[in-house]
């Protein structure tokens, strides 16, 4: 069973562009969340969707958005890019997405802004 | 709010001696509680994983058990190996309002063992 694929691996950007980041979950599940980890902050949740509905979201600026498809792939655009955007940026999946199931995570995407 | 805090690293240790991680969280509801491990260039991977107080988690020699009493879920091992060097994360999931749907995690601890 194929896990959860993350493109692209790397990205480098500079200040002020956008980018868009993709996530193919495993086959069956519909929930895909997305997390930040940077060295400072750690892991930070940044939005949950089930269904092509965001069903929660982190305390992040409006600069980070998110969808998510009818086949359950999903992709956050983060635009205006600032230096502090230099992150690596997690994916995962779930059945539903309860409490009680474990999220898998794909490899990431490392943004680097200049 | 829901947090969690893990022992600070990093964790040096020989081939074949003890280890513990410890982790302590605070929730608002009911948590269930995991530890991911992140390797080198590598997402997260579930390692174990607990959903009610005194179940214990277990894999790959790696043993936690959920403590509702001290709100605790330490990680241990009996006998480490240069395999097992990676960033252990603690991670719990609360279903109350507003806080259902994510990981809130641990800042990690650095494992390092050595031959």
């Known amino acids: 069973k194929a896990g959860v694929t993350q493109t692209p691996r790397y990205l480098i950007k500079t200040r002020g562009q956008q980018v868009t980041l993709s996530c193919s979950p495993i086959s069956g599940h519909r929930s895909v969340s997305w997390y930040q980890q940077t060295p400072g902050q750690g892991l930070q949740f940044l939005f949950e969707?089930?269904?092509?509905?965001?069903?929660n979201k982190g305390n992040f600026p409006g600069r980070f958005s998110g969808r998510q498809f009818s086949n359950s792939r999903s992709e956050m655009n983060v635009s205006t890019l600032e230096l502090g955007d230099s992150a690596l940026y997690l994916c995962a999946s779930s059945i539903t997405g309860a409490g009680n199931q474990p999220q898998h995570f794909g490899d990431g995407t490392r943004l680097s802004i200049l | 709010g829901n947090s969690v805090t893990q022992m600070e690293g990093p964790v040096t240790l020989s081939e074949e001696a003890f280890l513990t991680i410890n982790c302590t969280y605070t929730a608002t509801g009911y948590p269930s509680l995991f530890w991911y491990v992140q390797y080198p260039g590598e997402g997260l991977q579930l390692l174990l994983k607990?959903?009610?107080?005194?179940d214990k988690g277990s894999n790959k020699g790696f043993e936690a058990t959920y403590r509702k009493e001290t709100t605790s879920f330490h990680l241990e091992k009996g006998s480490v190996q240069v395999s097992d060097s990676a960033v252990y994360f603690c991670a719990l999931s609360d279903p109350g309002p507003g806080s259902n749907y994510k990981l809130t995690f641990g800042k990690g601890t650095l494992l390092t063992v050595n031959p």
């Open positions: 969707y089930f269904s092509e509905t965001q069903r």
């Open positions: 607990a959903t009610k107080a005194d």
